[in-house]
Every structure is written in structure tokens, then in C-alpha cells.
């Protein structure tokens, strides 16, 4: 959000003395409640799980957990030398032992370098303006940690939406703990050992996988904070195709609505909201709106009036609605841990559907608030009595206080907003966006890791942020292109375009007053260089679609750490600034101003630069060079990608030529394809060949076909040659 306007801190300044709380102290446990130990095997490998209920509480419901694994009760013993005890009401303290070699991965957004061990991590969902190391709550708390090294990993899963700190060895001590702050009920599981993919595949099918993504959201998207009117809107989007640079999207920011109001729109600057959809939809254009869940306080409004008489908002103590101020002034907050509420909202959501809106962006939805003042000393040593809670909400349990389940607001919203577009259009799949998220977050939602800065810092940091956002099962992440706030410059728009055309979900947005940062605000040099790369992800998309069909399939998220398929390589495993897209692509960017050469690490293999050249030895490093508006990637000899030949956007993907690039004299890929946007796919309606080459042969083995609908060549380019193919 805006640096000028305050956010809620929900973290204090680190109190020392309380973080070095002396963790071998156990025994002091005053634990009254049940405790349980059962296990079971989920995608192959063990997963212990512990419930712990306090003293006359319910098992919260769980809106992370989706699998039905049959659970057999256990002995009482976790692994890694877990212990745990409440040690005094409203806290529970959790310590495991960590191997000298262990490295350690996830918990979601982390304003880290890959491996995050040597920290302490403060899970409270959090509007963080600071962007730097001083800050470690963020906008989103996914309590999944992997830990371990090799093919030997273990993974800490804590499903309680209540405030958490995870201390990773912070101290030096090969110790880890866990500080959970709730008076609730909560499960713990200990995933593993097992090999990184086999980690991620299990946590996936415990928290499950998102749906296919319709294919446009896989393009380029376009966002300004804000295109104020539909000349502007209209404009921008006729710029992208005069200029011929590929785009699908253009997203609009607050200013679309009648002063802030969700579901509406200013009658002065878009007055027809469903013509400005359609004059897009003939350019081949979408359009996503962000979508707040403050609702401003206004008798007139008839989406407030509905949802204070529904019941469906935040409640203070004595039951009248929790206020507080954000974009619109004063606003109620739907309380979306009620089932009630999230039908209620989703139903609204025809509002944009009608109007031909495509796709909902969920922002400030930690929730953010303007002026609530920090609850966190108490909060740092325990979870409050129901006195103290700012204000309250109604799951399936009853009435609970805010903090208990503050974590889940963001995932809750994007749960009703997926929903409600399904429901309001069945047979499409949704895109959702959002900034706040819990585990469980991608079965229904894209995330981008907000307000970043156009700093070279940010876009270096992007890789491991990402990385860590995949380990921790949310596939389809990204991060603003150009860096949201600050004014960008010219060569770090083409650097962050050369990496930003990797990233899941792609997105340039930037922020009210700064310089603007479309691909052609800084003069023809560095919109051609834009172009190209933005074409190259448009090429890419066939590649990039199937690796969401993997992800379907294993949980594996697009972007990769090296280790994940090099886990023998220990050199891999330290590798921060490169990452595999996929199991056929090494991307090394350049991240530092002015620089045109990186050391880059191949693992073993040979790796053919992907814009053409001599293919280099792996396990090795090499000094590379890349001048500005390169593709810094390389590709593993023995891969096949489909490329698609040249498009404006996805609209033309069905009747767009693929050709197929052989790199090596044997070779194999995978090409799959449906019709990109209906669920179709879940009853079979999807091709899906194998494809592979040797002795100068190509062929592709179909292994599914349901597919009828793309009318296009197929071409092989091996070697000097290509030839059309034809696909049965
Ligand atoms: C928040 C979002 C940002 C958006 C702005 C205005 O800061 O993170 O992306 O542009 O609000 O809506």
C-alpha cells in the first residue's frame, strides 16, 4: 500500500530477552488438554500427525487440510526429536533438533535468500510497507518449513491460523522452535524423510492443488496504480497492439470504483464498465479488477446495508460491526471465516461477471487497516484473553477471536471469490489474485508478493522469494515487474523483464506518482528489448502450460530450486540467484546494475544457451554474457520444448503453429492441450503426447486424447532442420 498512509504493525521490535527464552527448559508443561498421535502414508511417505485440543475446546476447522487419508493412532513420539508443551495459558512452545547440514525452506513469503535457517520468522499476516530485513511478518503465513539436505528431507507443517514465531536456528544452537500463540485447538504434522518432490507432492495432496488456470492469466498482465478512466484503459491496451507487443490483460486499481465502493463503479470515470469490457474483448483483451474487502461505511450503500442486516462483518464485543478505516474511509470487514458471508460475497460477484470481467484481484486483505494500534506486546508472550481481542469473528465453532484466526483471512476471501465465480460461471476456471494467503491458498488462488520497491535488491530477492512460495505449495506466484514502488529505471525494467518473464504469474504494476514503467515508457531501445523477451514468454507458453499440468499431477511448482533436480549436487543446493524453470531450463538473470556478466552454475549435463551458441559443460561454473534484453537461460541437452510461433495474445494460441525444439541427438518433452479455460480437462477432454528423438527421428506417442479444437501446424526443429509433424 501507499508508504504515506500507517499499516497495522501486528510484530514489535524483537524482544531479546523473550527470544532467547532457553528452549532446553522443558518440562514445565502445564497441559491439561488431549493430546493425540496418529499417522499415515500420503503420496508414499510417513506423516505423523499430533492434535492437541486444550481443555474443554473443538478442533477448529481446517481450511488448509483437504486430504481423506485414513489415520491410524500412533505411539506418542514425533520425529526429529519434537517436543512440545504449553507453558502457560495461550501459548505452546515446539523445539526440534536441526542436523549441522540442514538447510531449510518454505514458510511461504520470506524476505530471505533460499535457505532460511539462521532466522526468526514471525507467521502474522501483515500489510508490511518495509521491505527490507528488519521486517520478517508479511502479508502472508504459511506454516510449512522443509527441512534437510539432499535427498533426505523432513517437512514441519503447523495448521493453526494463530500467530506463530519460528525460531531456525537463530542462536547457533542446531536448535528449532516454534512459538504458537493460541488458546485453540491445533494439528501438527511431520512430513518425511523423503526427497524434496516427494515432500511437496505429499504436502500438496494433504493441502491440496489448484485447478488448471485459464490461459490468458498466463500472459502478460498490465497494471497501474491506477488508469483512472476507460480513455485511459482503452488507450493503454491500443498501445499494446499498435506497438505489437503480446499482452492479454490490463488490470484495474481502486480508482475504477464510485469512491472506493466494491461493486460499483464511478459513474464519472467508468460510466460503462461492460462497453469498455467488450471494445477489450475485440482487441483480444481481458480485464481484472481488484476487489477490497472493506466495505465502506455508507447508509445510502446498499452492499453495506446488506451486509450489516445479513450479519456477515466483524463483530466488536458487545456485537455491533468492527469498523475501521482503509481506501473508502470508514469500512465494515466481512467476516469470511463465515460460510454465511462467503456466499453471501461470492454471490455479488455477478456484479463483474456481467460486466464482462474476467478475473478478481483480492488486495489489503491481512486484512489492512489505517489506524487499529498494535496488539502485539501482549500478543509476543500469549495469545489473549477474549477481552482483549480487537474484535471478533463466527466459524463453524462460534464465536472466536480475531488473532486466533487472522492468518485465514486472506485465503478465506479468495476461497469465496473462487467460489462465487464458479458458481456464477460453472464451466470456467477462475482467476483469483490475492496478496494475503494461508496454506491451502493455491486450490483457489494466484498470489503476487506485494508492494516490492524498483530496487535491484528486490529483483534479486524475487528468485528465492518465489522459490520459497513454490516449496510451500503455491505454484502460481509472481511479483510486480518494475517493482511496485519507487520510480524504475530503464535497464532494471529490461533485467527484471528478462527474469519477470519466468515468474508463473506475470504481472508489471507500479504504484500512484511513480514513473511510469509500461513497456514502452522508456523510448524504442528498451521497448524492443521488452517486446522480444515478452515474446519469448509468449513462446513459452506451451512449455509453461504443461508444467502447470505437472503441478496438477505432483504439487512440483514451476520454479525450482537447482537441488530439486540435482539433489546430490552440493553445490545446487546453495545456488540463491538461479533457479530451474522446470525440468529443462536454468535461468541465471543478471540482478546488479550496470553488470553484463554472471558466474553461472551448471549442474551436470550439457546446457545449451537458450538464444542460440555452443552448448557448455555442467558442474561447472561459468562467467556469462549477457548484454541487455538477453534471455538468461539455458536449456538441458535432451529436452524437447514446444514453442508457440508468434501471437498478440493467448486468444490466438489454438491456431497458432508449436515447434517442436529438439536440443541434443536424444531427446524427450511432454506437449499437452484442452481448450485452456473450461474444466473440460477433469472429464478427459485433453491431448497429451510424449514426445521423443533419436537417430534423427521425432515422434510423439499420444497417451490421452480428448481434445478436438486446435487448428494449427506442428513443426520439429532439430539439428539445422525443421519439418512439419503431424500429431495424432
Ligand atoms: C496496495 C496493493 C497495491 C495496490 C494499492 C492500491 O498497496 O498492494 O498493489 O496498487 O494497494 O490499490
Same mark, same amino acid.
Given at each position: 500500500?501507499?508508504q ?15 527470544l532467547r ?7 514445565q ?8 498421535y ?12 499430533l492434535?492437541?485440543?486444550?481443555p474443554?475446546?473443538?478442533?477448529p ?8 487419508t485414513?489415520?491410524?493412532e ?9 517436543h512440545w508443551?504449553?507453558s ?13 547440514d540442514?538447510v ?16 526468526i520468522h ?12 528488519s ?10 518449513c522443509?527441512i ?11 495448521d493453526?491460523?494463530a ?7 537463530a ?5 528449532g *522452535? ?40 498466463l500472459?502478460?498482465?498490465?497494471c497501474?496504480?491506477?488508469y483512472?478512466d ?35 463503479t464511478?459513474?464519472?470515470r467508468?460510466p ?36 450489516v ?15 475501521e ?8 470487514f ?25 478475473g478478481?484481484?483480492?488486495?489489503m486483505?491481512?486484512?489492512?487497516f489505517?489506524?487499529?494500534k498494535?496488539?502485539?506486546p501482549?500478543?509476543?508472550c ?11 469473528q463466527r ?12 492468518n ?28 494475503s494467503?494461508?496454506?491451502g ?13 524498483s ?13 520459497n512460495?513454490?516449496?510451500? *505449495? ?11 514502488? *519507487? ?10 523483464y ?13 504504484r ?13 531501445e ?53 533457479f ?13 546494475r ?22 557448455l559443460?555442467g ?29 498478440q ?35 478427459g ?6 514426445l ?7 515422434t ?6 480428448g ?18 509433424v503431424?500429431?495424432k
Amino acid at each position: 500500500m501507499d508508504q504515506t498512509a500507517p499499516a497495522v504493525d501486528w510484530t514489535v521490535a524483537r524482544d531479546q530477552e523473550l527470544l532467547r527464552r532457553d528452549k532446553r527448559s522443558l518440562g514445565q508443561n502445564i497441559f491439561a488438554g488431549v493430546a493425540q498421535y496418529h499417522k499415515a502414508q500420503l503420496a508414499g511417505i510417513g506423516v505423523t500427525r499430533l492434535t492437541v485440543l486444550p481443555p474443554g475446546q473443538l478442533l477448529p476447522p481446517s481450511a488448509a487440510v483437504v486430504s481423506n487419508t485414513a489415520w491410524e493412532e500412533a505411539a506418542q513420539l514425533l520425529p526429529l526429536q519434537m517436543h512440545w508443551q504449553q507453558s502457560m495459558p495461550g501459548t505452546f512452545d515446539i523445539t526440534f533438533s536441526l542436523s549441522a547440514d540442514a538447510v531449510c525452506f518454505g514458510l511461504g513469503e520470506r524476505f530471505s535468500g533460499l535457505n532460511i535457517r539462521g532466522a526468526i520468522h514471525t507467521l502474522t499476516t501483515t500489510d508490511q510497507t518495509r521491505h527490507n530485513e528488519s521486517a520478517d511478518a508479511f502479508y502472508k503465513a504459511i506454516p510449512l518449513c522443509i527441512i534437510g539436505s539432499g535427498t533426505n528431507y523432513s517437512a514441519i507443517f503447523l495448521d493453526s491460523s494463530a500467530p506463530q514465531r519460528w525460531d531456525l536456528d537463530a542462536d547457533l544452537t542446531a536448535l528449532g *522452535g516454534i512459538e504458537l500463540f493460541t488458546r485453540r485447538g491445533w494439528q501438527l504434522y511431520v512430513l518425511g524423510s523423503a526427497s524434496l518432490p516427494e515432500i511437496v507432492a505429499a504436502y500438496t495432496e494433504l493441502t491440496g492443488r489448484g485447478c488448471m488456470p485459464p490461459l490468458w492469466a498466463l500472459g502478460h498482465q498490465q497494471c497501474r496504480w491506477s488508469y483512472p478512466d476507460e480513455a485511459t484503459v482503452t488507450h493503454i491496451a491500443l498501445e499494446f497492439r499498435r506497438r505489437q507487443i503480446p499482452c492479454d490483460t490490463i488490470v484495474l486499481d481502486i480508482d475504477y470504483m464510485d469512491e472506493y465502493r466494491v461493486f460499483t463503479t464511478s459513474p464519472a470515470r467508468f460510466p460503462d464498465l461492460k462497453g469498455l469490457a467488450e471494445k477489450l474483448r475485440q482487441q483480444n483483451f481481458k480485464i481484472v479488477t481488484i476487489v477490497d474487502p472493506g466495505v465502506k461505511v455508507d447508509a445510502r450503500y446498499s452492499i453495506y446495508k446488506e451486509s450489516v442486516a445479513g450479519k456477515f462483518v466483524c463483530v466488536n464485543a458487545d456485537g455491533t460491526p468492527f469498523i475501521e478505516e482503509v481506501w473508502p474511509g470508514d469500512c465494515v470487514f466481512p467476516d469470511f471465516s463465515n460460510v454465511a458471508t462467503r456466499d453471501w460475497w461470492g454471490k455479488h460477484l455477478e456484479f463483474y461477471t456481467s460486466n464482462g470481467v474476467a478475473g478478481i484481484w483480492n488486495d489489503m486483505n491481512e486484512p489492512s487497516f489505517f489506524k487499529l494500534k498494535n496488539p502485539t506486546p501482549k500478543l509476543i508472550c500469549q495469545m489473549p484473553e477474549d477481552a482483549d481481542q480487537p474484535f471478533f469473528q463466527r466459524d463453524s465453532t462460534g464465536t472466536v477471536g480475531h488473532l486466533e484466526v487472522r492468518n485465514l483471512y486472506g485465503s478465506l476471501m479468495s476461497q469465496s471469490t473462487f467460489e462465487g465465480l464458479t458458481e456464477v460461471e460453472p464451466n470456467k476456471r477462475p482467476f483469483v489474485l490475492t496478496r494475503s494467503a494461508y496454506a491451502g491458498v493455491q486450490r483457489y488462488s494466484a498470489v503476487w508478493l506485494g508492494d516490492n520497491m524498483s530496487w535491484w535488491q528486490h529483483l534479486e530477492l524475487s528468485i528465492p522469494m518465489l522459490l520459497n512460495m513454490g516449496l510451500s *505449495g503455491v505454484p502460481f506466484a509472481g511479483v510486480d515487474v518494475g517493482g511496485f514502488a *519507487g520510480d524504475c529505471s530503464a535497464e532494471l525494467l529490461v533485467r527484471w523483464y528478462e527474469t519477470g518473464i519466468f515468474y508463473p504469474f506475470f504481472r508489471n504494476h507500479c504504484r500512484l506518482g511513480d514513473r511510469a514503467q509500461e513497456p514502452w515508457a522508456f523510448g524504442a531501445e528498451v521497448e524492443r528489448h521488452i517486446r522480444s523477451l515478452i515474446e519469448v514468454r509468449y513462446s513459452l507458453l506451451p512449455y509453461i502450460y504443461s508444467l502447470f499440468w505437472e503441478n496438477r499431477d505432483n504439487g512440483a511448482p514451476l520454479m525450482r530450486p537447482l537441488s530439486w533436480h540435482y539433489p546430490d549436487d552440493r553445490y545446487a543446493i546453495r545456488v540463491s540467484d538461479q533457479f530451474m524453470f522446470g525440468a529443462e531450463i536454468l535461468v541465471a538473470p543478471i540482478l546488479e546494475r550496470g553488470s553484463v556478466t554472471r558466474p553461472v552454475y551448471l549442474p551436470r549435463g550439457l546446457w545449451h544457451p537458450f538464444g542460440g551458441g555452443e552448448a557448455l559443460q555442467g558442474e561447472q561454473l561459468h562467467l556469462v554474457h549477457f548484454p541487455l534484453g538477453t534471455v538468461p537461460a539455458f536449456v538441458r541437452d535432451g529436452a524437447i520444448i514446444p514453442l508457440l510461433s508468434s501471437v498478440q495474445s493467448t486468444v490466438e494460441y489454438h491456431k497458432s503453429d508449436i515447434t517442436f525444439r529438439v536440443f541434443g541427438k536424444t531427446a524427450t518433452g511432454t506437449f499437452v492441450d484442452d481448450d485452456g479455460e473450461s474444466f473440460g480437462y477433469a472429464s478427459g477432454q485433453f491431448n497429451k503426447w510424449q514426445l521423443s528423438y533419436s537417430n534423427e527421428q521425432f515422434t510423439a506417442n499420444s497417451q490421452h486424447s480428448g481434445f478436438v479444437g486446435s487448428d494449427r501446424q506442428y513443426f520439429v526443429a532439430a539439428a539445422d532442420s525443421v519439418r512439419t509433424v503431424n500429431l495424432k
